[in-house]
């Protein structure tokens, strides 16, 4: 193993009294938590558990800890960041929006869509777990474009990143409404979208708990769902389908060969790109929680590693299946709303064509749940981005306001405010409204991923300028500085892409303004936000010299990240090589 790297004044801190090294531990332990204190102490006082958990007036009064720079709880597990590694915010996008993307592109033209999307996220999961051990972020990953990119930049991806929230939070309660009339039940939407909304102000009561907890207990049912998709998928394939079913004789790939891989060519598989981001959008979040952690420096690289299964398991295999089960001209895709039909989900689809009783309801109860555990994450990721935008003065003051149950009050009600918006779809002009807030939040997302990537590009350049090393960093991102390149090359292909549909779109010809806006209304957002944050900070582009990668570093505990190194070296090949995704 390398030399040991020049300590800063903070590590020589920790070189007496470590806890020995923990062989058994499988990922590696850097600093020791800092949790418990925060949870039990507030400004020297004890507090109650209903205060903690956020349930008496007390709660709601401001929190005044130490630690300036975050004043948000530090109560998640491990167990809740990897389950939201794996299954966080995975929803409408995937199981009901796959289908008219299955209908654009066909079953080859969705692997290839969402292929491509997955090694864009996975590189930049890596990057932004690469930071986030490296410098804490208290509740916006953001400050990473501040710092390292433009502070106008940040500026303009804090606000995005927030209003991407904002807007799908409306949009998931919706959707999770529109479920419920698969049961055919004769109750108006409304009434469902004010249930759905008090559950989901009832999980915000509890905090960054509340949503763990969430987290936790809904990607289980969407891991355990899609398993079992994938095992009635294999044996549907294999011909072992009810008799009275399409899939009682062997079946294979012909749906591969008739109708065909591809639906509409190049074109269908540019059109899809956005729609893939969308399903992926909120995997990033991990990177936010890790601010919410116990212990970042030990879970979160652990967290990272399950984004691969995520995204080969819930979005690689299981459209596999989809593209053997579903023919792409199958008249049952042609949902009225891409997103919102749920008849139109391929995997109800898939289901319902091998004539499995009773799955098609399983799968919609999936969908109901998983639409809500969204509509939460919004409220998580918009509440504490604003938060960090408030308390670098990029927003009003009083959103910095945490209360002493650790939630940031005044951002959490003001995004579960924007939820008020989904009546707006009980109107005639709902829908169409939708259409506008769906390309929104899809092509958003694509910037903030490209942000990520650059931000670590130009962290990575700045740290060797300042004469650091690559052994001073404890937790690399997989692929390096090449693996944010391929991200924000792709990033950059994928806006190239939509932009050619955006002009001229699948149906031939070319597109009015309308429609150009309607599938590239993000970029002027986050234009004008990129041009009010210059107008406000009046800072640009930030030269390697400028870029300071000393301050706010996280404190190290380097003997132990050593010896975990050591003893990932002396492995056996084989055994580093599973050590790099389990
Ligand atoms: N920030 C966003 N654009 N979030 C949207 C999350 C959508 C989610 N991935 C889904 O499949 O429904």
Known sequence: MAAKPDFTEKDAVHDGGLAPFNASDDVPAYDAPKAAAFEQYDGGAPLGFWTRMGCTPESFKRRTIADEANQLNQTLKPRHLHMIAIGGSIGAGLFVGSGSALNR???????????????????????LGELAVMYPVSGGFYTYSTRFIDPSWGFAMGWNYVFQWAIVLPLELVVAGITISYWQVDVNVGVWITMFLVIIIAINVFGVLGYGEEEFWSSCLKLAAIIIFMIIGVICVCGGG??????????????????????????????????????????ELVGLAAAEAMDPVKALPGAIKQVFWRITLFYILSLLFVGLMVRHDDDQLLGNNPLIDVTASPFVIAAKNAGLEGFDHFLNVVIMVSVISIGNSGVYGGSRTLTALAEQGYAPKLFAYVDRAGRPLWSTLIIIACGLLAYINISSSGPEIFDWLLALSGLAALFTWGSICLAHIRFRKAWAYHGHTLDEIPFHAIFGVYGSWLGLGMVILVLIAQFYVAVWPLGGGVNDAEGFFKAYLALPVVMLFWICGYFWKKTGWLRTHQIDVDTGRREIDWPRIHAHRARLSAMPAWRRALHVVF
Do not use: E, W
């Not at 079953?107 to 890596?126: C, K, R, S």
């Not at 598989?269 to 981001?277: D, E, H, Q, R, T």
């Open 242 to 283: 009810p008799s009275d079913g399409q899939f009682s004789s062997y079946h294979g790939a012909r749906f591969f060969y008739d109708p065909g891989a591809f639906a509409n060519g190049f074109k269908g598989v540019c059109a899809v790109f956005v729609s893939a981001a969308f399903a992926f959008s909120g995997t």
């Open 105 to 127: 592109a066909g079953p080859g033209g969705i692997l290839l869509d969402y292929g491509i999307i997955g090694i864009m996220i996975f590189n930049v999961v890596y990057a």
